[in-house]
């Protein structure tokens, strides 16, 4: 899924922040959906706002959810102005120089092409991707050039527009895009496998956070919770755990 490769050295020593009274501050975008989004009414939804309040209510803390642009989602993390990133955020071992992660909750998916044709240009041609990504990072080791944007509806209407031949990203963020286009934009090409599954990104400090969300994931592994919920956000073919 979507992947950090911005990363700075100096990053991992910096303060942790400390829990007051059980209470755990979520980071999110806030801008991918279906992982996580804002609503009509204005509060952040989707499946791991869902999925990070289970987790919370079953290991008896308190979830506060705090929204934060994708390019300094990292380093607001371990500055401490959150506690924990759940953001569609891959486990990769670049990120996990800086920060830790729990295990993961959503398993290893696809990234894809989508484009106006299915003759699309995407060895050679423009391709848009959200910036500090590993889509980006990808299509910057082909052919093609890339255009890097903050957000992912950027990305979109980069190619809707004919800034770019395609746009390149999670398979699962650009499912409802290309359904809502009523047949304009098509996937092209195969899907590209990249990362290591979704993950929790906690500070390296918070060892005992990062144990005790790892046990209430591994518990919604084991009693079927998890997929239940994967299903309800993604689809009944979606990956899931066996």
Not at 104 to 127: M, R
Request: aromatic share 8%.
């Amino acid at each position: 899924m979507k992947n950090t490769l911005l990363l700075a050295a100096g990053l991992a020593l910096a303060p942790a922040a400390s829990f007051a009274q059980d209470t755990i501050r979520m980071g999110t975008e806030g801008a991918y959906p279906p992982y996580n989004f804002i609503n009509d009414s204005g509060t952040v939804d989707g499946f791991e706002i869902e999925l990070g309040n289970v987790l919370c209510e079953r290991a008896g803390l308190t979830c506060e959810w705090v929204t934060n642009d994708w390019d300094s989602i990292i380093p607001n993390l371990v500055s401490g102005n959150y506690d924990t990133i759940m953001a569609g955020m891959s486990i990769t071992d670049e990120r996990d120089e800086v920060i830790d992660f729990t295990q993961d909750y959503y398993p290893p998916t696809v990234s894809s092409y989508v484009a106006l044709s299915e003759d699309a240009d995407i060895d050679g041609g423009v391709v848009a991707a959200q910036t500090a990504t590993i889509q980006a990072g990808h299509v910057a080791e082909t052919g093609a050039t890339l255009l890097e944007y903050a957000t992912p509806e950027e990305t979109v209407a980069a190619m809707r527009n004919g800034e770019a031949d395609a746009v390149f990203a999670d398979y699962d963020y650009l499912v409802p895009v290309v359904e809502a286009s009523g047949g304009e934009l098509v996937f092209v090409g195969d899907g590209v496998p990249l990362g290591g599954g979704i993950g929790m990104g906690l500070r390296e400090s918070d060892g005992d956070l990062r144990e005790t969300f790892d046990a209430v994931i591994t518990e919604m592994k084991e009693d079927g919770s998890l997929n239940e919920m994967l299903r309800k956000w993604f689809g009944e073919d979606t990956a899931v755990y066996e």
